[in-house]
Each structure stands twice: as C-alpha cells, then as structure tokens.
C-alpha cells in the first residue's frame, strides 16, 4: 500500500483543523451552497438574457421621455461608473434618446416580450435554488409579466426622474427604492413561499454588492472600455458591458444567498452566545 510522503502527511494535520473550520464556518457554507446552485453558470445566463432583455428595454425606456430622459448610453455609463472618455465610447454604441422609439417595430418589441418573461423565469429559478424550493407551477407564469411591468416602470422613473441633479438625497432615494424593489420581486418571483423577514437581508446585501460592483467598474472595466475600443473597436466596449452583466447576475443570486446565510446564522450565532454565557 503506497505510502503519504512525510512532508504531505505534516502539511495535512497542520492544515486539517483549518480546513474543517472553515468548512463547517458560514462561509463554508456559503461557498458550498453557491457551488450547488451553480452561481457562475446562472450569472452567465443572467447576462445572456439581460443583454436581449435589459439592454433593449432601457434603450426603449429611456426613450420614452426624450425631454428629460438620459438616453440609455448615459444611464448606462453611470451606471458602470465610467470615466468620460470611456462614456464617448459607450455612447458611440446606441442611438439617440428619440430615435430608439421611432425604429421600434411590432416585432422588436414582441420579441422583447418573450426574451423578458424568459428572463424572470431565469430569475425566479435562480432564487428558488438560493432557497432550496421546488419549481413554481405553470400557471404562475402571470408573475414574470407582473416583475417585467414593475421594473419597466423602474426604470423609466430611474431614466427620467430629476432626482439625478441631487446627487445625495438622489443617491439614498434610489438606493432605498432598489431595496424595495428586489425585496418584493423575491416575494413575487417565490410565490410568497418565504416571509417577508427572511428576505430583508438578500435585499439589502444585493443592493450593497451592487454598489460595490459600481466602484469595482470604476477602477477596473472604465480603463478597460477604453483599451478594448483600441483593440477590438466597438466588439470590445460590448465584451465589457457583458461582463459587467456577468457580475450584475453574481450580485443578484449572491446577494439572495447571503441574505439566506445572515437568515439562518445570525439567530444561530445568537443562540450559541447564550450558551455560553
């Protein structure tokens, strides 16, 4: 029977407490769980999707109020945290605020229907695999056209509200109202098969990681727009945005599951805390 070299076998008990720490820690769990739902797959697809989903929809929102709409480039570079140089870029990419509306045909916006309710089903499953629950049956369906409608409304007053010229009250405003936002869309899309006490916490990490990935686009995907624009031409800011998509879909199925784990260790924290006292 062949034999540990001595110098694994040490390296092995030395690291062994450790590793069982951390496995059995909450961010063992944590790491096991995001395993189990496949986090990085489902970003993947939650990018594919938004890219046909989300894209066309704010360009079609933000176009809708031509007077006091941003235009989708603009809300899209804020959005990225992009430099200016990097937001010429951007901006090269899409049509103006008016025109968008204009070249919409019947079968671009049904299209975009179809793509919509597919992506709040790739929503609606990623959350239900957070949780551990079971597919929701077929006819509640109606909840993917209900969460498509609110976000759409979302972003229009995202796109045209004037509280952009405030950049603090402006800030805690939509900072507050995403919060509202992903915390009913977990309730709709889960079919309020989880209260609404357990779904607090994802709302509000989801929201935080979002803000995170705002700085994290700042310093790293603004220099790279500009980069890939030399390299790749227009192919290259379009490769950034869907990364920037990738870790958008990270954000939303990592936020629900660290609002889970907060959910189930904080009272069991708590309760080991008492313990030993």
């Known amino acids: 029977m062949p034999m540990k070299p001595s110098g694994a076998a040490d390296r092995s008990s030395r690291f062994g407490p450790l590793h069982r720490l951390i496995s059995h820690s909450p961010v063992g769990r944590g790491w096991r769980r995001s395993r189990e739902i496949e986090l990085w797959s489902r970003s993947l697809g939650f990018a594919a999707l938004g890219l046909l989903t989300l894209v066309p929809l704010l360009i079609i929102v933000s176009s809708a109020d031509p007077e006091h709409g941003r235009g989708f480039a603009q809300w899209l570079g804020e959005g990225l945290g992009v430099s200016t140089a990097s937001m010429r870029q ?10 968008a509306l204009r070249t919409t045909t019947a079968f671009g916006i049904a299209a975009l229907a179809v793509f919509g309710l597919t992506f709040g089903a790739a929503v609606q499953t990623g959350y239900e695999k957070v949780w551990g629950l079971s597919p929701a049956r077929w006819w509640a369906r109606w909840r ?10 979302y972003l229009y007053v995202s796109a045209t509200t004037a509280l952009r010229r405030e950049p603090l009250a402006g800030g805690a405003v939509v900072s507050l109202s995403a919060v509202l936002l992903l915390w009913w869309s977990q309730r709709l899309l889960l079919g309020g098969r989880i209260r609404w006490r357990a779904l607090f916490p994802g709302a509000v990490a989801t929201v935080i990681g979002l803000l995170g990935l705002r700085v994290f686009s700042r310093l ?3 220099p790279l727009i500009a980069s890939n624009t030399v390299t790749y031409g227009p192919m290259g800011t379009v490769l950034v945005i869907q990364s920037w998509l990738v870790g958008v879909g990270i954000v939303v199925f990592g936020g629900a599951l660290v609002g889970r784990l907060l959910h189930e260790e904080l009272p069991r924290m708590a309760h080991a805390r008492k313990r030993r006292r």
């Open 220 to 222: 790293v995907f603004s």
């Open 144 to 153: 993917h056209v209900m969460w498509l409608g609110v976000l759409t409304g």
């Open 90 to 99: 951007v901006e090269q990419l899409f049509t103006g605020p008016g025109q």
